[in-house]
């Protein structure tokens, strides 16, 4: 079996209330470490924090806990960008000069599971180690700006969170002519992790029990919303890294458009904000994966409840 090298970008919040309205963070990011730490295929040369599901301080401290306390190995854990990329002022951190350095030893396939900031600043910065990309996998996108990420039955509409939060990084990844892979929303809306699942999770090791507990108040919010179980987006990007032969894509091509923000009711053409699109006739050729093998969920919950 072939080794991939790779660098985790993550806004891990397993655990953390919001900080911007009530209510808990999204597990998903854990899912995804957890099922590449488990994989025996994988190299991962290093994780770095972003913001995005939760400011930086909190997603850096998560990433030194799932590394130090759940991975076999110690994994180097670097903090990145807190805020979206500001054109007017490009600054680097430490997370962007980690990657750069790993970049000039080894082609990586980068796993970005938050908001793209740390990648587009590499890519400004370091414009050179385009060619030392493999390929980028971002959890973004949709075909029309029609397609609404419907949470439960009651009418709320999700965004697009990680686009949403840093447009400019996913322009830039595109000018760069990096291969870009997106795992977006119509992929995971096929798959629901449930109750029975996380009564799985708690019966393994300690990183499965750790992420079984803190689904729990996560996994509750989509039910109070009329939801059977909840999605866990990033875990689709990690898998299809993991095993792509489980993954079904088809090769588009992206494109920025404004349209009106669905995500806010009532909304009377006076909030406006960009959608990332995938279609036929787009400008930027992405690989768009938008549906699973039969018996998934079992491949799924076989890979992050196997021993590490
Ligand atoms: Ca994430």
Same mark, same amino acid.
């Given at each position: 079996? /072939?080794t991939?090298?790779?660098?985790?970008?993550?806004?891990?919040?397993?655990?953390?209330?919001?900080?911007?309205?009530?209510?808990?963070?999204?597990?998903?990011?854990?899912?995804?470490?957890?099922?590449?730490f488990?994989?025996?295929?994988?190299?991962?040369?290093?994780?770095s $924090?972003?913001?995005?599901?939760?400011?930086?301080?909190?997603?850096?401290r998560?990433?030194?806990?799932?590394?130090?306390?759940?991975?076999?190995?110690?994994i180097?854990?670097?903090?990145?960008?807190?805020?979206? %990329?500001?054109?007017?002022?490009?600054?680097?951190? /430490?997370?962007?000069?980690?990657?750069?350095?790993?970049?000039?030893?080894?082609?990586?396939? %980068?796993? $970005?599971?938050?908001?793209?900031?740390?990648?587009?600043?590499?890519?400004?910065?370091?414009?050179?180690?385009?060619?030392?990309?493999? /390929?980028?996998?971002?959890?973004?996108?949709?075909?029309?700006?029609?397609?609404?990420?419907?949470?439960g039955?009651?009418?709320?509409?999700?965004r697009d969170?990680? &686009?949403?939060?840093?447009?400019?990084? &996913?322009?830039?990844?595109?000018?760069?002519?990096?291969?870009?892979?997106?795992?977006?929303?119509?992929?995971?809306?096929?798959?629901?992790?449930?109750?029975?699942?996380?009564? $799985?999770?708690?019966?393994?090791?300690?990183?499965?029990?750790?992420?079984?507990?803190?689904?729990?108040?996560?996994?509750?919010?989509?039910?109070?919303?009329?939801?059977?179980?909840?999605?866990?987006?990033?875990?689709?990007?990690?898998?299809?890294?993991?095993?792509?032969e489980?993954?079904?894509?088809?090769?588009?091509?992206?494109?920025?458009?404004?349209?009106?923000?669905?995500? %806010?009711? /009532?909304?009377?053409?006076?909030?406006?904000?960009?959608y990332?699109?995938c279609?036929?006739?787009?400008?930027?050729?992405?690989?768009?994966?938008?549906?699973?093998?039969?018996?998934?969920?079992?491949?799924?919950?076989?890979?992050?409840?196997?021993?590490?």
């Amino acid at each position: 079996m /072939e080794t991939k090298n790779i660098w985790i970008d993550t806004d891990l919040s397993v655990g953390m209330k919001r900080h911007i309205r009530e209510g808990y963070c999204d597990v998903d990011d854990g899912y995804a470490l957890l099922q590449l730490f488990k994989a025996e295929n994988i190299d991962i040369k290093g994780i770095s $924090a972003v913001f995005g599901n939760t400011q930086i301080d909190d997603a850096y401290r998560l990433c030194q806990k799932m590394s130090t306390e759940f991975a076999k190995n110690k994994i180097p854990v670097y903090k990145g960008a807190g805020t979206a %990329i500001d054109l007017q002022n490009v600054e680097s951190n /430490e997370a962007v000069e980690a990657l750069a350095e790993a970049l000039k030893k080894d082609e990586l396939t %980068i796993l $970005a599971i938050g908001p793209a900031s740390n990648v587009g600043i590499l890519l400004l910065k370091y414009p050179e180690l385009n060619k030392q990309i493999k /390929e980028v996998v971002l959890v973004a996108g949709r075909r029309n700006p029609t397609d609404y990420f419907r949470i439960g039955n009651q009418g709320n509409h999700a965004r697009d969170l990680n &686009f949403d939060l840093d447009n400019h990084a &996913f322009n830039i990844m595109f000018e760069a002519g990096v291969a870009v892979t997106l795992c977006p929303f119509e992929i995971s809306s096929k798959v629901w992790v449930k109750g029975e699942d996380l009564k $799985a999770l708690d019966n393994g090791e300690a990183g499965n029990q750790w992420l079984a507990e803190h689904s729990q108040p996560w996994l509750d919010q989509w039910l109070s919303q009329g939801a059977d179980g909840f999605n866990p987006f990033d875990v689709l990007a990690s898998h299809y890294i993991i095993s792509p032969e489980d993954i079904i894509s088809e090769d588009l091509k992206a494109e920025l458009q404004i349209h009106p923000d669905d995500t %806010i009711k /009532e909304n009377e053409r006076n909030v406006f904000k960009n959608y990332l699109l995938c279609h036929k006739d787009g400008t930027y050729p992405v690989k768009y994966c938008h549906d699973v093998v039969p018996n998934y969920h079992k491949k799924l919950m076989n890979s992050l409840t196997k021993k590490s």
